[in-house]
């Protein structure tokens, strides 16, 4: 479907939209709401959103991507914190495109205590995510909504470089292990400062995440995320001793790694989360 420029937010509109709602962007929130209208056009693209998808958006402000999102989706839910957006996001949604209401819902909530959503399963998770919660809301989405196949995010560079990296690379983490729990994950893009307002102090980039089936295991997830935290609270440590709490002993660490198929010398930055799967199967 074309894009009508009238319906999308432009940087006077932000602006004028942010004045009448006494909205002051804020750094506690991390919030910085997206100006350029080609910048959520490029967003909704790179996607891969159509007229098949229910999308759900986290954090989405003044409603910039979510106009775009509307135009493209069969169904948008948004889900907003802060009561003063959540409250004015409807009436942005009936006066730019008024035929496009009912496919629209919010939720008002913190999207960490979000479990449920109204309307049909999501499809696809589309979002400017808040800095500093990026990663835990990434994940909690994931994790809560199983439906969800394709995922795209603009988060900070640094972010998007940690979410992206692969093992034996120095970001390579525990987000990047616990993304590819769920995912594909790869960098998607660069997105300049100059399309926000205010303007960040840092870049942003888009991190794509297709889904797929977790690594074949008979260890939970909890147990498998909890033998990559352990390995990444001390990095610097061979995964004989990083696991050594997590298994209960430096010998047991070293039996489990060695069951698993894997040097108890290594360390964690050069682990696939296939290997942290098969360490989890073999604690004692």
Known sequence: MTSEDGALLG??????LAAALGVRPTKQRGQNFVIDANTVRRIVRTAGVGPADTVVEVGPGLGSLTLALLEAAAHVTAIEIDDVLAAALPATVAARLPERTGRFDLVHSDAMAVTELPGPPPTALVANLPYNVAVPVLLHMLATFPTIE???VMVQAEVADRLAARPG??????????????AEVRRAGAIGRNVFWPAPN????????VR????RTTASRRDVFAAVDAAF?????????ALAGWAGSPAAAEAALIAAGVSPQARGEALTVEEFA?????KP
């Open 212 to 215: 797929r089936d977790p690594p």
């Open 233 to 241: 609270a001390q990095r610097r440590k061979t995964l004989r001793a």
């Open 202 to 209: 840092v870049d942003s980039g888009l991190v794509s995440l």
């Open 11 to 16: 940087p006077a509109d932000v602006r004028e």
């Open 169 to 182: 690379s120095k970001v390579y983490g525990v987000p990047s292990v616990k993304a590819n729990w769920y």
């Open 278 to 282: 098969a360490i989890a199967e073999h």
């Open 150 to 152: 394709r995922t795209l």
